[in-house]
């Protein structure tokens, strides 16, 4: 009998587990209790030689309450299979397949530059309060 093989999308997920994300942007906590990111404006290289420093707002990106719970855990600390695990805790039927959503929504971080991934948890930054 021949063995299943895993698809490449199983593959990818184990492998997002047992990475150690962390925080690339501050944050701040609405009275809700749902985490808000606050993202730097990027600025046009080409405005900047042409126009004086403009003054530009940071953006500001409102997570509902699994991906604040997801937010709070990255940091360095734990690795996605951890903080799946935890989501699964605490939220239980809403977030299932917990593994998947998790590495889905962390890639989606990841992507938008929100977070950084680390092998190790040897030497990654730390995350400032």
């Not at 993202?39 to 940071?58: M, S, Y």
């Not at 500001?60 to 299979?81: I, P, Y």
Request: aromatic share 10%; charged share 35%; net charge positive.
């Amino acid at each position: 009998m021949k063995r299943r093989k895993k698809s490449k999308r199983e593959d990818i997920i184990a492998e997002w587990l047992q990475l150690y994300p962390i925080r690339e942007f501050d944050s701040e906590t609405d009275e809700n209790g749902r985490v808000v990111v606050i993202v730097p404006r990027q600025e046009n290289w080409l405005f900047r030689k042409i126009l004086p420093k403009p003054n530009l707002p940071a953006g500001r990106v409102k997570l509902d309450e699994v991906g604040s719970f997801v937010w709070q855990c990255c940091d360095g600390e734990h690795t996605v299979a951890n903080i799946s695990k935890l989501l699964d805790e605490k939220f239980a039927e809403r977030v299932k397949p917990a593994d998947e959503r998790t590495v889905v929504f962390l890639q989606q971080m990841y992507k938008e530059q929100f977070i950084k991934v680390y092998i190790s948890r040897d030497n990654p930054p730390t995350v400032s309060e």
